[in-house]
C-alpha cells in the first residue's frame, strides 16, 4: 500500500512588511497586526502609594534610632561627666580666698571626709570634719579658689559607676547610691505577676474562641474582649488601688498586704494585657489547617485533645510571640504602677511589699519639681536606656523562638 505524505511548508512573515497581499484577491491589501508595546509603562498611583510606604518605613527606622541616640547620647552624659547634688548644707560666715578652715551649718546632709564639693565655680576636697568645723583644700582640680558669702550652700561630687548601675542594690542617686537593682526586681515582679495572670487567662480564651464557640459567640465575645485594651491606664491604676489591693488585704491580711504593693499592680496589668495574649493567640491558633484537626478526629481524638495536643502546639511561635508581646506590654506600663505598686525604691523579693519599677521612677522625677539638669533628673536616662534593652531583649527573644518553631503549611 503506497503511502501519500503531504510536506507543508510555513513562512514566517516579516515583520518590517507592514502589508500583505490576500490570497483571495491578491489585488487587495490587508493590514498586519502591529506587536503590542510590553515596555513598563510609569504608573501614576503605584508609584504614589509605593513612595508612601517607604516614607513610612523610613520615618518608623528614623524615629528608633532618633530615641536609641537620645538615650544613649544622654545616659553616656551621666557616666562620663560629674554629678553634683545639693547637700543643703550653708556655710556660717563668709570666707576669703585664702582661708582653709572655715565652719558650716549644722543642718543639710553629713559631710565626709576624702571627697569633693563645690561651692560656686570652686572645687574643694576636705581632709577633715571636726563637728561643723571643716579643713579643706581650696582650688581642687585647677578650679580657682573665691571669697564666698554666708548662706551659700555646698554640693556634693557624685560619680556615677556602670558595674555599680548594675550591681548596686540601693537607688539614691542624690546621695550617690546608683544601684539599679531595686528598680529592676520591682519592674520584673510586676510583670511576672502579671504574665502569670494573663498566660492562661488568654489562651484559654484563645482556644475558646477558636475551638468551641459558635460564630456567633466569637463574633460577641472578641470585640467585648479587645475592650479592656482601650480602657484608659489610669482607670486601671486607680481600679488595682480601690478594689484589688482591699481584696487582697481581705484574704491574706492587712499585716501581710501593705496598702501600696506590686501584687495589686501585676494582677490589674495582668487583666490589662490580656487581650494582646488572646487576641493574637486566637489568630495563631485559627491558622493552623483544618486538617490537622480532621486528621486528629479521624483517630480517635476528643476536641479537647485535639486542641491541647495538636493546635496548640502547631501554633506555638504564635504564642510565644504573644506571650513576649505582652511581656513587653507589661514592662513598659506606668500609671497602674505609678498608683498602685509605690513610689520609692525597695530591693524586695516580696510582691505584697511597696516597691518602685522603672517606668514609675521615671514618671516620678520627670513630672515632679526636680530641676532641669539635676543628678535625679539625668539619672532617668540611664533607666529609659535599661528599659530599652530589656524590651530590645524580649524582641529579639520573640523573633528567635518563631524562626526556630515555626510551622510552615501548604
Not at 6 to 27: E, F
Amino acid at each position: 500500500m503506497n503511502k501519500t505524505y503531504l510536506r507543508l511548508t510555513v513562512r514566517k512573515p516579516s515583520l518590517n512588511a507592514p502589508i500583505v497581499a490576500s490570497q483571495s484577491d491578491p489585488n487587495a491589501k490587508v493590514p498586519v497586526q502591529q506587536m503590542p508595546d510590553l515596555r513598563r509603562r510609569p504608573r501614576l498611583r503605584e508609584l504614589t502609594i509605593n513612595g508612601f510606604l517607604f516614607l513610612c518605613g523610613f520615618l518608623s527606622i528614623f524615629i528608633t534610632f532618633g530615641i536609641v541616640y537620645e538615650l544613649g547620647k544622654e545616659s553616656f552624659l551621666f557616666f562620663r561627666n560629674r554629678q553634683w547634688s545639693s547637700t543643703n548644707k550653708p556655710l556660717a560666715a563668709d570666707i576669703n580666698p585664702e582661708q582653709t578652715v572655715f565652719e558650716v551649718e549644722a543642718s543639710g546632709t553629713p559631710l565626709q571626709t576624702d571627697m569633693n564639693y563645690r561651692i560656686e565655680g570652686e572645687i574643694i576636697h576636705i581632709d577633715a570634719i571636726d563637728g561643723t568645723s571643716l579643713t579643706v583644700q581650696r582650688g581642687f582640680d585647677d578650679s580657682q579658689p573665691a571669697a564666698h558669702r554666708a548662706g551659700l550652700t555646698l554640693e556634693a561630687e557624685l560619680r556615677p559607676n556602670l558595674l555599680e548601675f548594675i550591681t548596686g542594690t540601693e537607688w539614691a542617686p542624690h546621695n550617690g547610691k546608683f544601684g539599679i537593682l531595686p528598680l529592676l526586681t520591682a519592674t520584673l515582679i510586676v510583670s511576672g505577676v502579671a504574665i502569670v495572670v494573663a498566660v492562661p487567662l488568654g489562651l484559654a480564651t484563645a482556644v475558646y474562641l477558636s475551638e468551641y464557640a459558635s460564630p456567633r459567640a466569637h463574633n460577641t465575645l472578641k470585640p467585648i474582649l479587645e475592650i479592656l485594651a482601650g480602657v484608659p491606664t489610669v482607670v486601671y491604676g486607680f481600679f488595682a488601688l480601690t478594689f484589688m489591693t482591699p481584696l487582697l488585704r481581705s484574704i491574706f491580711g492587712a499585716d501581710t498586704v501593705n496598702i501600696y504593693n506590686m501584687a495589686s499592680a501585676g494582677i490589674v496589668i495582668g487583666i490589662l494585657i490580656l487581650p494582646f495574649v488572646s487576641t493574637v493567640s486566637e489568630d495563631a491558633l485559627s491558622a493552623v489547617p483544618r486538617s490537622l484537626r480532621e486528621a486528629s478526629y479521624a483517630l480517635g481524638a476528643t476536641r479537647l485533645e485535639t486542641a491541647l495536643r495538636v493546635v496548640v502546639p502547631a501554633a506555638f511561635s504564635g504564642i510565644a510571640a504573644a506571650i513576649i508581646l505582652a511581656a513587653s506590654r507589661a514592662i513598659g506600663e506606668t500609671m497602674v504602677v505609678a498608683i498602685a505598686s509605690g513610689a520609692g525604691p525597695n530591693f524586695t523579693f516580696n510582691p505584697f511589699e511597696a516597691a518602685e519599677t522603672m517606668t514609675g521612677h521615671i514618671v516620678r522625677i520627670s513630672g515632679g519639681d526636680m530641676s532641669y539638669n539635676s543628678v535625679d533628673y539625668n539619672s532617668i536616662f540611664a533607666v529609659g536606656l535599661m528599659l530599652f534593652v530589656m524590651t530590645l531583649i524580649l524582641n529579639v527573644i520573640s523573633q528567635r523562638i518563631v524562626r526556630r518553631f515555626r510551622e510552615i503549611y501548604e
